[in-house]
């Protein structure tokens, strides 16, 4: 199905948040690069890679060793 294979794809890809504002990707679709920004309120994460719309994610949760981003259609789990 169109889902399963969506989360075949994200769970090989790896994001590294950076403390300055910068992130990078490295998905099968190659490498990518952008900005992040948190709310002030700390509960939506807003990425924007080169060359595309910003995404809204709002945080589920969040430890040293998982974050958890929902999308609006499905939660998304991040392992540090």
């Known amino acids: 199905s169109e889902v399963n294979t969506a989360w075949e794809r994200i769970k090989v890809m790896t994001i590294e948040f950076k403390a300055e504002g910068t992130f ?3 998905t099968p679709q190659g490498e990518q690069k952008g900005k ?3 709310s002030a309120d700390n509960q939506q994460l807003t990425t924007q890679r080169e060359g595309a719309p910003a995404r809204n994610f709002k945080i589920v949760k969040i430890t040293k060793d998982e974050l958890v981003l929902d999308t609006g259609q499905q939660q998304i789990p991040v392992l540090a």
């Open 24 to 26: 990078e990707s490295l």
């Open 36 to 38: 992040w920004t948190l």
